[in-house]
């Protein structure tokens, strides 16, 4: 099988959409320096911490994205295992704006039919990191635009559905009850829902410091898992960073 990503992909990526975010973190440490050598004891032994710990921070976070991203096998999806790695039916592949997984799931699936939706808002997904990404990524073949609250297909067709990295660009509690519903509705009595996460726990707070407060966790999924009437069949920890939770309907067993 060709090479579907390119070494580094992950974390040149994260680089890429975010340079502000490292341009104010060099103007910081320029700062430092600059204004370092004016001040005596302890003050200069407390800004040479201060800039030691920012350093640190931000290389952890670079660090453990390129694990998770590019070392960690996430998009290789061997961790599903034979059974669901089965493509066949219908499957529906839902992100935020950023997709790298459809033409992924398309060839390591080989689906009898791949449906992608994006329900990426202008008006709520304001950040510029995603604004980049959608400029150096094109749109999947035939993507749908799709509403949170209601997607655009019929009842009971998708055989698997794949939220990955996506959905907690919901941030309205309600909404995103609402959207876990829709997908229960569009899923056959015996299909499997599988969503994958970074979860605000201590090992994402060790890797991204404050930015841990972007995810949601694993007590807020599970009650939205539940307030949508989804079981959760089984979870999967691809690496202390990254949580899959694999759902099927509420009294449907396999």
Known sequence: MEQLRKPFQGVTNIL???????????????????FVRYFNEPFRS????????????????????????DLSGLYAFDWLGKSMLDGKGRIVNIHAGFDETSV?????LDPSE?????????????????????RAYPAFPDTIRADTTHLPLPDHVADKVFTI????????????????????????????IIVTEHLRDIANFLAYNIGFFHFYSKKTWLDTFDSAGL??????KITPFITTFI????????
């Open 165 to 192: 990295l996506a959905a907690h660009e919901i941030r309205n509690e309600e909404e995103r009850i609402i959207f876990f519903k829709e997908l229960s509705r569009i899923l056959k009595a015996n299909g499997t």
């Open 16 to 34: 890429r959409f975010n340079w502000h975010f490292y341009v104010l973190f060099f103007g910081f440490l320029c700062l430092l320096l600059l």
């Open 104 to 108: 992924l799931l398309r060839t390591i």
């Open 247 to 254: 759902l099927e309907k509420n009294g449907i067993t396999p």
């Open 231 to 236: 079981l959760v069949r089984k979870e999967i």
């Open 114 to 134: 791949l449906v992608v939706l994006d329900f990426y808002d202008p008006k709520k997904h304001t950040e510029v990191a995603i604004k980049r990404a959608r």
């Open 46 to 69: 407390f800004f040479l911490f201060t800039l030691v710990v920012v350093i640190a921070i931000t290389l952890v976070s670079v660090l453990v994205s390129y694990y998770v991203y």
